[in-house]
T-cell receptor, first 111, second 114 residues
């Protein structure tokens, strides 16, 4: 079945760039997403990329997609304390349109 | 429209009792998803609907779980004979089929089985 893997923790100094990585198994994925979840809050869609794109940039966020390796990354430039959250990678398959999530990467910001 | 609405936000129930949660999607959205999230885990897919048709049900969903979307608008998720392992956040999302489909999530219903 489909699977999405990501590392569980990342610590970054304030002002540095954060890079969160994700791998997925479904070669038919059409959309890949990054969601943010702050403590006690719901899931917020940060950005997405269509599977025929290699890169997408949106202000401080850059998404890179390597479809051959089924690897997705999210780069947050100039990381701020407000970026502290859990970041979920997710993919939507072409066959069934259900969205499958990874376990999330907890981003910790060091002063 | 204020987005996806879930009720109740919190539910505490005794083991063995039945519980029902409600999700009101964004009004024009024809697809509705249910997920379960436990502490330290990502949302796990449970089931989803297109209009009133239930398209898929995860193997995670035992026979004690049932979901409906009778008129293609709101949906209910019922858990019968709750167990402590059912304690989790139950999330609902909705989207519009066709073109780019962003799924909007509700705030969730937190279930605690004691």
């Amino acid at each position: 079945g489909e699977d999405v893997e990501q590392s569980l923790f990342l610590s970054v100094r304030e002002g540095d760039s954060s890079v969160i990585n994700c791998t997925y198994t479904d070669s038919s994925s059409t959309y890949l997403y990054w969601y943010k979840q702050e403590p006690g809050a719901g899931l917020q869609l940060l950005t997405y990329i269509f599977s025929n794109m290699d890169m997408k940039q949106d202000q401080r966020l850059t998404v890179l997609l390597n479809k051959k390796d089924k690897h997705l990354s999210l780069r947050i430039a100039d990381t701020q304390t407000g970026d502290s959250a859990i970041y979920f990678c997710a993919e939507m398959g072409n066959r069934d349109d259900k969205i499958i999530f990874g376990k999330g990467t907890r981003l910790h910001i060091l002063p | 429209d204020t987005g996806v609405s879930q009720n109740p936000r919190h539910k505490i129930t005794k083991r063995g009792q039945n519980v029902t949660f409600r999700c009101d999607p964004i009004s024009e959205h024809n697809r509705l998803y249910w997920y379960r999230q436990t502490l330290g885990q990502g949302p796990e897919f449970l089931t989803y609907f297109q209009n009133e048709a239930q398209l898929e049900k995860s193997r995670l969903l035992s026979d004690r779980f049932s979901a409906e979307r009778p008129k293609g608008s709101f949906s209910t998720l019922e858990i019968q004979r709750t167990e402590q392992g059912d304690s989790a956040m139950y999330l609902c999302a909705s989207s519009l089929v066709g073109g780019y489909t962003e799924a909007f999530f509700g705030q969730g219903t937190r279930l605690t089985v004691v």
